[in-house]
């Protein structure tokens, strides 16, 4: 088996991941409406399959991964079933098309053709360089969901609440406590959590206005 700790993720630059996100969404979400269904988008204009598996989240402490075949999506069992992980497993399977989408040559270069493959590579990667590989799938899926002409709307209606509630001087004494608290309301049109959402405004550099 290949030596893991040698690997350096390739270098993708943050704007080039944010266009092949967008990209992403054009070609395979023309109807622009939201949340995207991701699952129909992997499944029947991908043609990928999404493969539920007991215990997934117990015994890899992971929501979902990449088949190492590339042909669909392991996520776990139970939540999957579960309404109340909808967000976040919508986040976890736009988390996988990054890797596929970003380091599909990966995959092929490591021989990762098996479970087995798989979870080697996952633990012997070096510490730093695993960070940057689920950076930058952080950061498509990220992108991919939140499309930022939409959060920059979803924002100005959100400050316009807060100043007809009087509250407009909060945003200068303490941003971050006003954007969690808008947070709630944020991330409901795109079906992601709270966290993303607070996230995505700070990296598309939206916040403190």
Not at 182 to 190: E, T, V
């Amino acid at each position: 088996m290949r030596d893991i700790s040698q690997f350096k993720c390739p270098y993708i630059a943050k704007d080039e991941i944010r266009q092949a996100a967008d990209n992403f969404r054009s070609e395979f979400w023309p109807e622009e409406n939201l949340p995207l269904d991701i699952e129909k988008i992997i499944e029947e204009r991908l043609g990928l399959n999404i493969e539920p598996q007991h215990n997934l989240h117990l015994e890899l402490d992971i929501d979902a991964y990449l088949r190492v075949d590339l042909t669909g999506v392991i996520v776990d069992y139970d939540h999957y079933m579960n309404e109340k992980y909808m967000n976040r497993l919508r986040f976890s399977l736009a988390h996988e098309l990054g890797h596929l989408f970003l380091h599909k040559d990966i995959y092929k270069t490591f021989a990762i053709d098996s479970i087995e493959a798989w979870e080697y590579f996952m633990q012997n990667i070096p510490e730093e360089q695993y960070t940057y590989f689920e950076y930058q799938a952080n950061e498509f899926a990220g992108r991919a969901l939140v499309p930022r002409d939409r959060l920059i709307k979803e924002i100005e209606i959100c400050l316009e609440k807060v100043q007809e509630l009087g509250l407009s001087n909060l945003i200068s004494k303490d941003p971050n406590e006003v954007l969690y608290s808008m947070s709630a309301a944020l991330c409901k049109p795109f079906g992601v959590s709270s966290q993303v959402i607070e996230l995505r405004v700070k990296r598309e550099e939206l916040w403190p206005q």
